[in-house]
C-alpha cells in the first residue's frame, strides 16, 4: 500500500497461503485468499481476483463469520465486478453487502458496505443514493479510525459531487484524500489521482496555478491500473480546457485512455472516453462524430447496467443534436 510494490507483495502472499493450507491455519489463509484477490484487481486481472476472493468467501461461510461475508461482498462488487462494467452485479452484491451488515450490527463490515455500496450507485447514475452511502462511510469509518478506505470513500466523494456540479464540496473531498494519503504515507497513486482532480476543478474556475508537467509525471509514476485511465481522461480534459490551441493534444490524450480502457478491460470507464471524446469533437466542431460517439457511450453504458448515465447521455443526444 505505501511503496505499492506488486511483485514483492505477491511473493509474501503466495508464501502465507502456503504455508496456512499446509498448517491448515483457517485464518491466515482467509487474509492470504483475500489480499490475494484484492491486490490482484491492482493488475486488472480479474479472473484471478475473482478466485482468490472466492475461497476468502468459501472460509467466511464455512465458518458463518458473517462480518466476512459481508466485507467480502462489498470488496468484489467494487474491485471485480464495477471494474468489470458488470454494474448491475456489482450493485446487487454491494447491496447484498449492506443488509447484511446492518442485520449484524458490525460497524467495520457496515462502514465498508455503505462505501462500495455509495460506488455501485455511483456507477448506475444514482447520484444522490452514491452521496448518501459515501457519507455514511466516512462517518463509520472515523468512528474506527480506518482511514486507507477513509481515502477512497472521499475519492467517490469527490467525483459524485463534481457530476452533481458541487464543485466546491468536490474539491474539498479530493483535498482531503491528498491529506489523508500524506498522513499515513498509503496509495500514492490515488493521492495523485486527487492532485490531477483538483488541478481540473482549477481550471473551472479560471485558476492557472498548477504545473501540468507534474500532472504528466503522475501518468508515468502510477502503479495502480484501475485508475489509468482517469488520469489520463482528466489530463485530456485538463488541456481540452485550458484553451482553445490545445485540442489536437487533448486527442492524443482520450485516445491513449481508450486504449488503456480497452487493454484493462473497464468497460464502464470505456463509456466515460467516448462521452468525452463526443465532447472533444463538438469543441472541433465536427457534429457527426460528436454523435456518433456519444451513441457509443449510450450503448456501452447499457451493456453495463448504468441506467441512469443512459437516461441522462440519451436526453443529451436529444438536446445537443
Partial sequence: MTEEDYPKAFKYLEDARNIAE??????????????????????????????????????????????????TKSVMSYWIYAAQGRIDLAYQNSNEALQIAIGSGDIYSKAFAHCFHGYSSYFKGFLDEAKEN??????????????????????GLGDTYFDMGKYQKSQDAYKMVVSLSRRD???????????????????????????????????????????????IRRIGWIILHIDDNHINDAEEWIKKAIEADKRNGMMW??????????????????????????????????ECG???????????????F
Fill in 22 to 71: 499446509k498448517q491448515n491455519d483457517s485464518l491466515t489463509l482467509w487474509q492470504a485468499n483475500y489480499w490475494l484477490g484484492f491486490w490482484l484487481t491492482h493488475k486488472c486481472e480479474y479472473e484471478k481476483a475473482l478466485y482468490f476472493m472466492g475461497k476468502s468467501q468459501e472460509i467466511n461461510v464455512t465458518t458463518n463469520t458473517v462480518w466476512g461475508i459481508s466485507v
Fill in 134 to 155: 459515501l457519507l455514511k462511510a466516512t462517518d463509520l469509518f472515523e468512528r474506527i479510525d480506518y482511514f486507507f478506505l477513509m481515502s477512497l470513500t472521499q475519492r
Fill in 185 to 231: 504515507r498509503n496509495l500514492p497513486s490515488l493521492r495523485n489521482l486527487c492532485k490531477i482532480s483538483l488541478a481540473k476543478i482549477k481550471v473551472m474556475n479560471n485558476e492557472m496555478d498548477f504545473d501540468l508537467e507534474s500532472l504528466y509525471g503522475y501518468v508515468n509514476e502510477n502503479n495502480v491500473k484501475p485508475i489509468e485511465s482517469c488520469m
Fill in 269 to 302: 470507464y470505456l463509456g466515460r472516453d467516448y462521452t468525452f471524446y463526443a465532447e472533444l469533437f463538438e469543441r472541433k466542431g465536427d457534429q457527426s462524430k460528436a454523435k456518433a460517439n456519444l451513441k457509443k457511450a449510450i450503448e456501452i453504458y447499457q
Fill in 306 to 320: 448504468a441506467d441512469a448515465w443512459v437516461e441522462k447521455l440519451e436526453k443529451e443526444l436529444i438536446i445537443r
